[in-house]
């Protein structure tokens, strides 16, 4: 059960008579929070009206801020906010308290209420209105106004579109550190059936779990091993594992019950038989790729993104292409398979139709987005993509459009400072959770505080006149 609330006049009862500071970072955050439509959509999450009242919108949303714009854990989270003041005026409290706010559980809960689709909408009521108008006034500052003849452009402002990959927290996965781990996996598994089957007589099946761990061990222990070495030490497990799947489905047949292992036990099991299934093809065909290649059996939903970074060349987590719009982030696809993030231009420019009333200027992008389908549509919309034009030009119109070419690239680092910043102080960089749609709502908080913190500073620097 959830009962709304009305937010106005907030006023927080300290101890010793104390007063919090106005200029406070917390204070100023949530009077530009739109902490109604934040209620609003909260509240679609509760349908019944019996039951143990459920905590605030503003409470629950409030703490996932804290946490990403901290880069805290759970439990840290809850400790900051009952220590803290001016962080519970935040969260929506009438009067200081030392007590708990919830059980550091909650947040859990917390971020499976709040989607990405929530954030998305969210987010739009937060900062389209300030991101449109820094395109009016990028738009009033060009010479000739409108073209100088008095009417005003349809196209406006520049759209600014890139992908980057959030990594999630996982070891870098091997061939073989992934098969042991499912060795190991099987291995419980069966352990757990053999207790069922005990009363009935049946041996426990042979495991071989000491010769794979010391398999496993010799291997690992060399430092550098050639293809001959990986390929039999890649076999070897393989054996194990199949042996062990056997020895489970025997066990099944004997009368023991799957689902008395627990459901992330079973799934488990699920994802060791795909696992299998994908590690003996590739090796059967001496490759080194497999459509939908499992990496993490606790996370089977992450997939390898080639990103081809110096520093990382492959990168494992979800990949998000954005929209830069008035120096803010605006998420237009986010998923754990690699796509091709040149087909969400069209997208991109419709999402910006629908929220400003207008068609971007130019759309600028890197050499992944001039395909030929992102060209016409473009020249259709009458919107400038930055690239370098088809077919033969004089020499004088190609360095025209090198330098034309050369000052859009020097715009889109905006984009990459955007992606850095948010890497290392909102903890993109680094993704902790372990859900899908957890992790998701993760992602979309961490641009949704970097969009905030900018928007603070906009309203920090905005002074009221003194005239």
Sequence with gaps: MYRRILFGQQKLELPFGVELDAENRWVKLSRIMPWDKIEE?????????????????????????????????????????RETPAMQYFCGFDSYTTEKPFDSSLLVHFRKRITKEMMKEISEEAFAAEAKKAIEEEDDDKDGNGGGNGESKPNKGRLLLDS??????????????????????????????????????????????????????NFIKKRKHNNDEVRLAIQQQLQYVRQNLDSITKQEEQGANLDSLGRVLKEKLLVISEVYRQQKQMYDENSHSIEDRIVSISQPYIRPIVRGKANAPVEFGAKVATAHIGGFSFLIHMGYDNFAEANYLEKS???????????????????AYPTNLNRDYCKKMGIRLSALSRGRKSEEFKEAEREQLYQDNCKRNAVEGDYGNGKRKYGLGLIMEKLIDTTLTTISFGFFVKNMERLLKISRSTKPSTT
């Design 41 to 81: 959509i909260y509240v679609s999450n509760f349908k019944g009206t019996t039951g143990q009242v459920a905590k605030s919108s503003r409470l629950a949303f409030g703490a996932l801020y804290i946490q990403n714009r901290l880069v805290l854990t759970d439990e840290e989270t809850v400790e900051q906010i």
């Design 164 to 217: 980057t990959c959030c990594p999630s927290d996982i070891s870098y996965p091997t061939d073989i550190n992934l098969l042991n781990n499912a060795r190991e996996l099987t291995e419980e598994i069966i352990d757990n059936l053999h207790e069922q089957n005990m009363c009935q007589g049946f041996e426990k099946p042979q495991t071989h779990d000491k010769a794979a761990r010391r398999d496993y061990i």
């Design 349 to 367: 420019a419709e999402e910006y139709k629908r929220m400003f009333g207008f068609y971007p200027e130019v759309i600028i992008g890197d050499k």
